[in-house]
């Protein structure tokens, strides 16, 4: 059983690995195709934080959560705004690029923490009941490649090296993997923990997604862009629809 689930977390991190190779590989991708990538990814995002981050957060740790979602908003502003704002990296300071560097860095630090989730919540659904644990599996597919797609477009547009792109990805999808193995690691594993990641994460999202990502696809004259951001949300929702009924969600 061991290795079967393994094997179906290795085709979940696979799938990330195709989204972010399929941005990756190509070797010139002209503004207006970054700019759909770009809106698809902030719909992923912000769908990521409403459907999922912020529902969780709640459950587990009740009124708390939006306390640490608004930790994690805060924290990032004051980052981006106040400590990077007087630092200089010679090339993170190039004035064409169309992402901050550090909203690239918390789009993966969200992405990362989702997908190690992704993986825990396969692992346990197939030891409990393997049946649930395959459509637990699909559901979690289903958004592996626009996420891999997301945070490779996010590292490009942020003007990051193609290879750090791929690796972003790689690494997202490592995590679904430690999320896998972990259950087999750890007898328990605190809710409120969890929950809190979740709140925290739910924060930093929200503001890579409505604070970085939308304002830059704003300035677009391109109005079928914010199309896109639309399209993004509803890969995520499909890929959660599955999972949705079998948690008692309504």
Known sequence: MTTTIILYGLLAACAELL?????????????????????????????????????????????????????????????????????????????????????????FVGLFIHAFFDGFAISVGMQFDFYLGVLIFIAVFLHKIPEGLTIASVMLAAEHRRRTAFLASAAIGLATMLGIVSVFLLSDISERLVGLAFAFSAGIATYVGASDLIPEINRSRNRVIPVFVFVGMVLFYLGTLLLAPLAGKH
């Open 19 to 107: 989204g972010g190779s399929l941005v990756v590989l190509k070797k010139q991708w002209p503004k207006k195709i970054q700019e759909y990538l770009l809106a698809l990814s902030a719909g992923f995002i912000l769908a990521l934080v409403f459907i999922e981050l912020v529902p969780e957060g709640i459950e587990k740790v009740g009124l708390e959560a939006p306390l640490f979602m608004l930790l994690g908003y805060a924290v990032l502003h004051l980052f981006e705004h106040t400590v990077v704002g007087h630092l200089h990296f010679g090339e993170e300071t190039h004035h064409d690029a169309m992402v901050p560097r550090t909203a690239s860095i918390a789009t």
